[in-house]
């Protein structure tokens, strides 16, 4: 049962811990557009759109709340045409919780992630990629599109090679300007082939920028009708040390709620000492959320650690590669989670795509269907694979909100993992 402090307040937003199973807990996050159970997975919405699927189709598979692209909203369309034409949620007519990163993931995606060619997804968790993988981006030392300063970042657009500025108060400003329900604090995240004294270069002058942030918000107005969070983002690396420095000085700034960000380490093992040394010493009454995790092993450890919430782009991006999650295929587990329809064997397999899935894709398409659609690369393939896979995710974490009620989440994860 829930003890000590279980609830925060601040206008037209509120946390409260409902229930709790050891350090995992069940929540509730209000928000100006709508409740969040927690814990949730938060579905990318990179440009406003959670590639292929309309909001209605969001609604349907059970999506309670999505992450929006900062620096890619703020290149294109502009921040100013997002405001003018009334806010994310008017603009992409999302009537419920949205997030917002600050642009500071693109300080590693533009600039460490091409440096050192360590991707977000493919290898994220450098010593275990599998040797026959190579990265998705190679390296290209030298070809950075940021130059980090103590003042801010600069930044060259991918699109069209024109540089821009940015600052923790230009990150607060557009993100007002985009009207999230959510805003994160600006940030450097780092990689993890960073060696020690970068990562600690790189955690204090998050936190100037964390002192900044919260200055430039406090000193600004909502502009759409609505209040909106600010969360910090705790960095540090998998530095044992920088941890436990971030999150103490991170966590007694009056942010809404704390993001665990940067690298994780060079292993999964890595990531739970990370989270380890982390969570426990967040504010208990605030939520927790961990950026750019979302695999099912990682999501039922994070949980057990604490974690409220989650966003990442693998199930998205998984489905436009012909991959379907699901637990097991004609009965037999899956150890990826993963069922590739480009697979010969479904070419006239009449069976629903996942068995015992009620999603909107598998009540009513083949096996053959799909895969038919992927091999023609008919856009169809995408929209009902992303279905699918959303669908999955949200109904996982329904079943971890049950068990962790029901005091039955070993057993959950036993069902799912096997250990």
Same mark, same amino acid.
């Given at each position: 049962?829930?003890?000590?402090?279980?609830?925060?307040?601040?206008?037209?937003?509120?946390?409260?811990?409902?229930?709790?199973?050891?350090?995992?807990?069940?929540?509730?996050?209000?928000?100006?557009?709508?409740?969040?159970?927690?814990?949730?997975?938060?579905?990318?919405?990179?440009?406003?759109?959670?590639?292929?699927?309309?909001?209605?189709?969001?609604?349907?598979? !059970?999506?309670?709340?999505?992450?929006?692209?900062?620096?890619? =909203?703020?290149?294109?369309?502009?921040?100013?045409?997002?405001?003018? /034409?009334? !806010?994310?949620?008017?603009?992409?007519?999302?009537?419920?919780?949205?997030?917002?990163?600050?642009?500071? @993931?693109?300080?590693?995606? =533009?600039?460490?992630?091409?440096?050192?060619?360590?991707?977000?997804?493919?290898?994220?968790?450098?010593?275990?990629?599998?040797?026959?993988?190579?990265?998705?981006?190679?390296?290209?030392?030298?070809?950075?599109?940021?130059?980090?300063?103590?003042?801010?970042?600069? @930044?060259?657009?991918? /699109?069209?090679?024109?540089?821009?500025?940015?600052?923790?108060?230009?990150?607060?400003?557009?993100?007002?300007?985009?009207?999230?329900?959510?805003? /994160?604090?600006?940030?450097?995240?780092?990689?993890?082939?960073?060696?020690?004294?970068?990562?600690?270069?790189?955690?204090?002058?998050?936190?100037?920028?964390?002192?900044?942030?919260?200055?430039?918000?406090?000193?600004?107005?909502?502009?759409?009708?609505?209040?909106?969070?600010?969360?910090?983002?705790?960095?540090? !690396?998998?530095?044992?040390?920088?941890?436990?420095?971030?999150?103490?000085?991170?966590?007694?700034?009056?942010?809404?709620?704390?993001?665990?960000?940067?690298?994780?380490?060079?292993?999964?093992?890595?990531?739970?000492?990370?989270?380890?040394?982390?969570?426990?010493?967040?504010?208990?009454?605030?939520?927790?959320?961990? /950026?750019?995790?979302?695999?099912?092993?990682?999501?039922?450890?994070?949980?057990?650690?604490?974690?409220?919430?989650?966003?990442?782009?693998?199930?998205?991006?998984?489905?436009?590669?012909?991959?379907?999650?699901?637990?097991?295929?004609? !009965?037999?587990?899956?150890?990826?989670?993963?069922?590739?329809?480009?697979?010969?064997?479904?070419?006239?397999?009449?069976?629903?795509?996942?068995?015992?899935?009620?999603?909107?894709?598998?009540?009513?398409?083949?096996?053959?269907?799909?895969?038919?659609?992927?091999?023609?690369?008919?856009?169809?393939?995408?929209?009902?694979?992303?279905?699918?896979?959303?669908?999955?995710?949200?109904?996982?974490?329904?079943?971890?909100?049950?068990?962790?009620?029901?005091?039955?989440?070993?057993?959950?994860?036993?069902?799912?993992?096997?250990?």
């Amino acid at each position: 049962m829930p003890t000590g402090q279980e609830k925060m307040e601040t206008p037209g937003f509120a946390f409260e811990v409902l229930h709790r199973h050891g350090n995992a807990r069940v929540g509730r996050l209000q928000t100006p557009h709508g409740e969040v159970e927690t814990p949730a997975f938060v579905a990318v919405g990179t440009q406003a759109s959670v590639k292929s699927l309309a909001p209605d189709d969001l609604e349907q598979v !059970g999506t309670q709340i999505i992450f929006a692209n900062t620096y890619h =909203l703020y290149l294109r369309p502009g921040p100013e045409v997002v405001a003018e /034409l009334g !806010g994310l949620h008017a603009f992409m007519q999302w009537h419920h919780p949205i997030m917002t990163d600050s642009g500071g @993931f693109q300080v590693f995606s =533009l600039g460490a992630s091409i440096e050192q060619g360590v991707g977000k997804i493919a290898s994220i968790f450098p010593d275990e990629s599998p040797p026959s993988v190579p990265p998705r981006r190679k390296p290209t030392q030298g070809r950075s599109l940021v130059q980090v300063t103590d003042e801010g970042v600069w @930044f060259r657009s991918h /699109l069209d090679g024109s540089r821009h500025w940015f600052t923790p108060e230009i990150a607060v400003q557009v993100q007002r300007q985009l009207g999230a329900d959510i805003l /994160l604090a600006f940030d450097e995240c780092t990689s993890p082939l960073h060696d020690y004294e970068y990562t600690r270069q790189a955690m204090e002058r998050t936190h100037r920028w964390a002192l900044r942030s919260l200055e430039a918000f406090h000193a600004s107005e909502p502009l759409h009708g609505f209040p909106q969070a600010l969360y910090g983002i705790v960095q540090g !690396g998998a530095y044992e040390e920088l941890r436990r420095q971030s999150t103490r000085f991170i966590a007694q700034l009056p942010f809404d709620g704390f993001a665990i960000g940067g690298s994780l380490g060079r292993t999964k093992a890595d990531m739970w000492h990370v989270l380890e040394w982390t969570v426990p010493h967040l504010p208990d009454h605030k939520p927790r959320h961990l /950026l750019g995790i979302g695999e099912v092993a990682d999501i039922f450890a994070a949980v057990a650690r604490g974690v409220d919430t989650f966003d990442c782009v693998a199930p998205t991006r998984m489905a436009r590669n012909a991959g379907l999650l699901a637990r097991t295929l004609d !009965g037999k587990p899956l150890p990826r989670f993963r069922i590739n329809m480009r697979n010969a064997r479904f070419r006239r397999d009449p069976r629903a795509p996942v068995e015992g899935c009620d999603c909107p894709t598998c009540r009513t398409y083949s096996r053959a269907y799909l895969h038919h659609l992927f091999r023609a690369n008919e856009l169809l393939a995408y929209r009902l694979a992303t279905v699918h896979n959303l669908f999955f995710m949200n109904r996982l974490m329904a079943e971890i909100r049950a068990a962790l009620q029901e005091g039955t989440f070993d057993v959950l994860k036993t069902h799912w993992l096997g250990s």
